[in-house]
């Protein structure tokens, strides 16, 4: 139950494409929703976040949709460039004890030019 | 500092060796997490800080496993017997608070011989 599971492992999409990575978790305590990037050689870098009063929420050219009675959310990045070629890992925690952050298992982006 | 610092980048250690591994969190932050990430995995929880207090050290995998943060700001995670299993990165994180934003540190990669 403290599962988050995430697909796909890789993704390789072309300069302007919108790649879409997507998670799935089962427990329903989970109530914080981040997505955290990571380049090789360096630890992982908050994108965004949204909580489950909303449906979707929109940083720059990150969205993150969240589907509350699935129990899925999934990160959009629109017009990709090649300096978003990283490591994404969506994370999900319970605000009522701890930030403790339960990670899926990573999606490598490569995006070609 | 401007963020978390651990230290050393990089450890060898031969099987059988003790090592301990240092995070320096950003000021004034009160929570701090310990994290182990696998190659090509997404980090796993260790433990749990909130100040000096070890509040949670569900994720230790073994008693060879042991951290401390003794006055509340830098911790230190050490491992006694080092065995090859536990060649990883491991990553510190801290917050100002429980609930709020855990900023990561670029990670001790550990790789026992």
């Known amino acids: 139950q403290q599962q988050v599971k995430q697909s796909p492992q890789s993704l390789i999409v072309q300069k302007g494409g919108i790649p879409i990575i997507n998670c799935a978790y089962e427990n329903t305590a989970f109530d914080y929703f981040p997505w955290y990037q990571q380049f090789p050689g360096k630890g992982p870098a908050l994108l965004i976040a949204i909580r489950p009063d909303v449906s979707e929420k929109k940083e720059g050219r990150f969205t993150i949709s969240f589907n509350k009675s699935a129990k899925q959310f999934s990160l959009h990045i629109m017009d990709s460039q090649p300096g978003d070629s990283a490591t994404y890992f969506c994370?999900?925690?319970?605000?009522?004890?701890?930030?403790?952050?339960?990670f899926g298992a990573g999606t490598r982006l490569a995006v070609h030019p | 500092g401007a963020g978390v610092s651990q230290s050393p980048r990089y450890k060898v250690a031969k099987r059988g060796q003790d090592v301990a591994l240092r995070c320096d969190p950003i000021s004034g932050h009160v929570s701090l997490f310990w994290y182990q990430q696998a190659l090509g995995q997404g980090p796993e929880f260790l433990t749990y800080f909130q100040n000096e207090a070890q509040l949670d050290k569900s994720g230790l995998p073994s008693d060879r496993f042991f951290a401390e943060r003794p006055e509340g700001s830098v911790s230190t995670l050490k491992i006694q017997r080092t065995q090859q299993e536990d060649s990883a990165v491991y990553l510190c994180?801290?917050?100002?608070?429980?609930?709020?934003?855990?900023?990561f540190g670029q990670g001790t990669r550990l790789t026992v011989v």
């Open positions: 994370a999900a925690s319970s605000s009522g004890g701890y930030n403790k952050l339960i």
């Open positions: 994180a801290s917050s100002l608070n429980k609930n709020t934003e855990a900023f």
